[in-house]
Nanobody, 121 residues
Framework: QVQLVESGGGLVQPGGSLRLSCAAS????????MAWYRQVPGNQRELIAA???????NYLDSVKGRFTISRDNAKNTVYLQMNSLKPEDTAVYYC???????????????WGQGTQVAVSS
């Protein structure tokens, strides 16, 4: 059983910063792509940043230059540094990962439980 556990959400003023963390635990061989999504009630979940096992990244246009995704493979952890936060960044943020458990099976996709980020004065 693979679990993704997020931390670091909270309430912050506009222009402020937060750092989200997501740690993977359980029995597995490796983790391929790790990503962060966010969702506002009534809207679809949207991909905001992803990083592959080699460290290549991609971002949603609206967060480029403000958010940075990184990972520590030794700790099986992905981070999202969020700077210059705006009220429109308010959402539940979810961690996502493609995890390889068996050599003969393709990677399986897992989600964290979500962490609330609220940007308000």
């Amino acid at each position: 059983q693979v679990q993704l556990v997020e931390s670091g959400g909270g309430l912050v003023q506009p222009g402020g910063s937060l750092r989200l963390s997501c740690a993977a635990s359980g029995r597995f061989l490796s983790i391929d792509t790790m990503a962060w999504y966010r969702q506002v009630p009534g809207n679809q979940r949207e991909l905001i940043a992803a990083i592959n096992s080699g460290g290549s990244t991609n971002y949603l246009d609206s967060v480029k230059g403000r958010f940075t995704i990184s990972r520590d493979n030794a700790k099986n952890t992905v981070y999202l540094q969020m700077n210059s936060l705006k009220p429109e960044d308010t959402a539940v943020y979810y961690c996502n990962a493609d995890v390889k458990i068996y050599t003969w099976q393709r990677a399986m996709n897992y989600w964290g439980q979500g962490t609330q980020v609220a940007v308000s004065s």
